[in-house]
């Protein structure tokens, strides 16, 4: 098999740090919900079928790349950011985030055969969080047609295909609830930075500490509500 490239930890974090803060919490989590789905699939999932690991928390940290760029300039974000990836010498990353908005492959029979791509772990996660927030896809379609449905019936009839799509993604992708993903994702221990996952104990640790309290109450609720035997 051939070897894939990824960029250095020094590299993505980087990236990262000259985006502003909400676009840095929208990446990590991303990033965090490709690394569970990941963990998850390959426990599950054959080793040839599942998803690489490292590559779908670099994919998802760097899924964004040029989108404060192309906000200011018009351009599309997913064609400029694989672009830049490219040209530096990361096909793969590339061909995630060129397709993290709309679902390139959609293959059910493929989905049965629990075989899944980490262009899709990408594309999936990035439809779970809204800025600082992870939502549902119902919560993430309404904002998208908001903003970028420009009133128009075929763009946004484009965009609800696509979530369809989604939609049957996430029913062959696994079978855990919102509470439980987010739970995971917040309490559950960052992989070492030393194994390229790129994610720093000390970086998620601030990132969590600015999460959106909506979802930490779900959760901590929760918890209390369980403990007190209610």
């Known amino acids: 098999t051939t070897a894939i490239g990824l960029p250095t930890f020094s590299v993505v974090t980087l990236r990262i740090r000259r985006a502003p803060l909400l676009s840095r919490l929208t990446y990590t989590l991303v990033a965090r919900i490709a690394e569970v789905l990941s963990l998850q699939l390959n426990k599950k999932v054959a080793k040839d079928h599942a998803p690489d690991h490292a590559l779908c928390i670099n994919g998802a940290l760097l899924h964004d790349i040029a989108k404060t760029p192309c906000l200011k300039e018009g351009c599309d974000h997913a064609a400029k950011g694989a672009e830049i990836c490219q040209r530096h010498g990361y096909p793969e990353i590339a061909h995630i985030v060129a397709g993290h908005i709309i679902l390139q492959d959609f293959s059910p029979k493929r989905y049965q ?14 439809k779970r969080v809204r800025h600082d927030a992870i939502v549902n896809l119902a919560e993430r379609l309404e904002y998208i047609i908001e903003n970028y ?11 609800r295909d696509n979530f369809k799509q989604c939609e049957q993604l996430e029913r062959y992708l696994f079978d855990l609830d919102l509470k439980q993903i987010v739970r995971q994702i917040l309490f559950q221990s960052p992989l070492p930075c030393n ?16 999460i959106s309290q909506r979802f930490k109450e779900i959760i901590l609720g929760e918890e209390s509500h369980t403990s007190s035997g209610s």
């Not at 055969?113 to 990035?126: N, T």
């Not at 449905?149 to 965009?159: L, S, T, V």
């Not at 194994?195 to 600015?210: E, H, M």
């Open 195 to 210: 194994q390229n996952p790129i994610i720093s104990l000390k970086f998620l640790l601030l990132v969590f500490a600015l």
């Open 149 to 159: 449905g420009k009133n128009d019936e075929h763009i946004q009839g484009r965009i």
């Open 113 to 126: 055969q629990g075989h899944f791509l980490a262009q899709e772990i990408v594309y999936y996660a990035d």
